[in-house]
C-alpha cells in the first residue's frame, strides 16, 4: 500500500508565504506526476499545480501562477509547494496526489490515484 503524507500548512499573514510537502511511502508505485488539489469549505476539490515526471512540465491553476511554485524529486517520491504571497482566498486544505498514468487531464481529480490526508492552510486578513 502507498500513502501520501503532506506537512507544513499552518496560519499565516495575508502576503505571507508557506510550504507544504508531500512524501509518498510504502509499495513501489508507477509515478507518472504529482500534484497539489485543494478545498476550501463548501467548495469543490480544485487544481493547484501539477509536475509531470518525465518531462519536468509544470501546470498551474492561473490564480496561482506567479505565487506558487511545485518542485519535486522523482527518485524520492516527494512533492512541495511553495506558496508566496498568501491571500485569504487562498485558505483551503490542500491534498497531495500522485496519479499512475497519463489517462485523463493533469488539471481533474479523477486523474490522480493516491490521495494524502490533507493539510491545512489559513490566511488571515
Do not use: H
Amino acid at each position: 500500500q502507498v500513502q501520501l503524507v503532506e506537512s507544513g500548512g499552518g496560519l499565516v499573514q495575508a502576503g505571507g508565504s508557506l510550504r507544504v510537502s508531500c512524501a509518498a511511502s510504502g509499495r513501489t508505485f508507477s509515478n507518472y506526476g504529482m500534484g497539489w488539489f485543494r478545498q476550501a469549505p463548501g467548495k469543490e476539490r480544485e487544481f493547484v499545480a501539477a509536475i509531470r515526471w518525465s518531462t519536468d512540465n509544470t501546470y498551474y491553476a492561473d490564480s496561482m501562477k506567479g505565487r506558487f511554485t511545485i518542485s519535486g524529486d522523482n527518485a524520492k517520491n516527494t512533492v512541495n509547494l511553495q506558496m508566496n504571497n498568501l491571500k485569504p482566498e487562498d485558505t483551503a486544505v490542500y491534498y497531495c496526489a500522485a496519479r499512475t498514468s497519463a489517462f485523463m487531464s493533469t488539471l481533474i481529480p479523477s486523474a490522480y490515484d493516491l490521495w494524502g490526508q490533507g493539510t491545512q492552510v489559513t490566511v488571515s486578513s
